[in-house]
């Protein structure tokens, strides 16, 4: 796994508030967020995988463009890199808990980007079992509802 | 005794006269008989797979999953450059511009493809359209979604993508599509059974060399394109998966 990096206030646009989240792995890192809200591209697919601990093993190019992270720098980091401190814990290890009884998991989640923007999209995650084994999890976002996207917001805020 | 061919029912009408080139390639190719068997629909299509009497499938996305999963079909090439997409329209003169402008209890025409089904609805979706929300129209085939559409007796189409990009121009500029689809990873798939895969173990080389020679490359044009790409296991599982994650 790579090395945490801390988000830089040269690649914030625009004014930016600032946090510290420590993750379920007990690394800590520097988060930089604005409150804009980057639309969800029309008719397309954010897919990425990761191995059985969380760190990403691939991305589609959708995710690219909406994340605003290289490949490079996506590949073998932790998913978590893209958590929005605005999510609540509790949101995330149901998640976990789901996925890992090779159940599938639904929900709507607000992701930061490199730039401090974000995003809401409705996702999926899956389970890839093979022979019988889980050896990986595939995520795939699409638009959200509108509607679901004001209740989360909402609802989010009082899980904390 | 002779091997089955089967094609998804989704084909486009002008290539079907390619699958019997197909097939007479085949058969010629390997000294095999192999029969081509034509479903119009794909509930006609789901028994035969059930009932085991596909050998040779070239077979939609949704399928595909239970192909591999359940019948141990083995994946051996897909259509170069041609994944499944799906497309919204709507007639040029209704009102809604986007998809979140339309309502509850819209009437939405589609044809009986699980595939472009699933994605269409995925794409209502942001409209808080679910299927309990529309009113369905289905209809024999594309063309009949467009008059539907153009005669105002539906508010929007389910397309395949390339169904519709080969409308005549005179229905299309009738048309206006709210949105795409760019999912690129979805595709239709040639999957063999073990059991013919077993006596024809050169076949994944000689659908991909298929384009060397004039009948070969003949054919492939008559189902609309230039060659096929190897899929592997590995690969196959993902778009599955993928699929998967879709059909909640
Ligand atoms: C396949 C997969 C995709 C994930 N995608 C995201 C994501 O897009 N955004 C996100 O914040 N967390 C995502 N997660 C969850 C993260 O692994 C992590 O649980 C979350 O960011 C919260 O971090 P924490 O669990 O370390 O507190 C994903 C997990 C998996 C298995």
Same mark, same amino acid.
């Given at each position: 796994?790579?090395?945490?990096?801390?988000?830089?206030?040269?690649?914030?646009?625009?004014?930016?508030?600032?946090?510290?989240?420590?993750?379920?792995?007990?690394?800590?890192?520097?988060?930089?967020?604005?409150?804009?809200?980057?639309?969800?591209?029309?008719?397309?697919?954010?897919?990425?995988?990761?191995?059985?601990?969380?760190?990403?093993? %691939?991305?589609?190019?959708?995710?690219? *463009? $909406?994340?605003?992270?290289?490949?490079?720098? &996506?590949? !073998?980091?932790? %998913?978590?890199?893209?958590?929005?401190? *605005? $999510?609540?814990?509790?949101?995330?290890?149901? &998640?976990? !808990?789901?996925?890992?009884?090779?159940?599938?998991?639904?929900?709507?989640?607000?992701?930061?980007?490199?730039?401090?923007?974000?995003?809401?999209?409705?996702?999926?995650?899956?389970?890839?079992?093979?022979?019988?084994?889980?050896?990986?999890?595939?995520?795939?976002?699409?638009?959200?509802?509108?509607?679901?996207?004001?209740?989360?917001?909402?609802?989010?805020?009082?899980?904390? | 005794?002779?091997?089955?061919?089967?094609?998804?029912?989704?084909?486009?009408?002008?290539?079907?006269?390619?699958?019997?080139?197909?097939?007479?390639?085949?058969?010629?190719?390997?000294?095999?008989?192999?029969?081509?068997?034509?479903?119009?629909?794909?509930?006609?299509?789901?028994?035969?797979?059930?009932?085991?009497?596909?050998?040779?499938?070239?077979?939609?996305?949704?399928?595909?999953?239970?192909?591999?999963?359940?019948?141990?079909?083995?994946?051996?090439?897909?259509?170069?450059?041609?994944?499944?997409?799906?497309?919204?329209?709507?007639?040029?003169?209704?009102?809604?511009?986007?998809?979140?402008?339309?309502?509850?209890?819209?009437?939405?025409?589609?044809?009986?493809?699980?595939?472009?089904?699933?994605?269409?609805?995925?794409?209502?979706?942001?409209?808080?359209?679910?299927?309990?929300?529309?009113?369905?129209?289905?209809?024999?085939?594309?063309?009949?979604?467009?008059?539907?559409?153009?005669?105002?007796?539906?508010?929007?189409?389910?397309?395949?993508?390339?169904?519709?990009?080969?409308?005549?121009?005179?229905?299309?500029?009738?048309?206006?599509?709210?949105?795409?689809?760019?999912?690129?990873?979805?595709?239709?798939?040639?999957?063999?059974?073990?059991?013919?895969?077993?006596?024809?173990?050169?076949?994944?080389?000689?659908?991909?060399?298929?384009?060397?020679?004039?009948?070969?490359?003949?054919?492939?044009?008559?189902?609309?394109?230039?060659?096929?790409?190897?899929?592997?296991?590995?690969?196959?599982?993902?778009?599955?998966?993928?699929?998967?994650?879709?059909?909640?």
């Amino acid at each position: 796994m790579k090395e945490l990096k801390d988000m830089r206030p040269e690649d914030m646009r625009g004014d930016y508030q600032e946090t510290v989240l420590t993750y379920a792995d007990n690394r800590a890192r520097r988060v930089l967020y604005t409150q804009e809200e980057i639309p969800y591209p029309e008719g397309r697919l954010i897919v990425s995988t990761t191995d059985v601990t969380g760190i990403i093993t %691939h991305v589609n190019q959708s995710f690219v *463009d $909406m994340s605003g992270f290289s490949t490079e720098e &996506l590949m !073998d980091a932790p %998913h978590y890199i893209l958590r929005h401190p *605005d $999510m609540p814990p509790a949101a995330f290890k149901d &998640l976990w !808990d789901t996925i890992e009884q090779g159940k599938k998991w639904f929900g709507y989640v607000k992701n930061l980007r490199k730039d401090g923007a974000y995003y809401w999209v409705y996702a999926t995650v899956i389970p890839n079992v093979r022979d019988g084994q889980i050896v990986s999890y595939t995520s795939v976002r699409r638009k959200p509802s509108r509607t679901k996207v004001h209740e989360c917001e909402t609802f989010y805020p009082t899980l904390f | 005794m002779s091997y089955k061919l089967s094609v998804s029912p989704d084909y486009n009408p002008e290539q079907l006269s390619g699958w019997f080139i197909f097939n007479t390639w085949l058969q010629k190719t390997f000294g095999q008989a192999v029969h081509f068997d034509v479903y119009d629909d794909f509930s006609g299509q789901r028994q035969a797979i059930n009932d085991n009497k596909i050998d040779l499938i070239y077979a939609n996305p949704y399928d595909a999953g239970v192909l591999m999963r359940e019948k141990n079909f083995v994946p051996l090439v897909c259509p170069h450059k041609k994944t499944d997409e799906a497309l919204i329209a709507v007639a040029n003169k209704h009102l809604a511009q986007n998809v979140e402008e339309l309502d509850m209890g819209c009437r939405v025409a589609y044809t009986q493809d699980p595939s472009v089904q699933m994605m269409g609805m995925i794409m209502l979706e942001p409209a808080d359209l679910n299927k309990n929300d529309v009113r369905p129209i289905l209809c024999e085939n594309y063309i009949l979604i467009a008059k539907n559409l153009i005669k105002g007796q539906a508010d929007v189409g389910f397309f395949l993508t390339e169904a519709y990009d080969h409308l005549s121009n005179l229905v299309r500029k009738q048309l206006r599509p709210l949105v795409r689809s760019q999912i690129f990873i979805i595709h239709h798939t040639l999957m063999i059974h073990p059991d013919m895969l077993a006596k024809m173990p050169n076949l994944q080389q000689a659908l991909l060399e298929m384009p060397k020679q004039t009948t070969g490359l003949d054919a492939l044009h008559n189902l609309g394109f230039d060659c096929w790409d190897a899929i592997g296991q590995e690969e196959m599982e993902f778009m599955i998966d993928v699929v998967d994650t879709l059909r909640s």
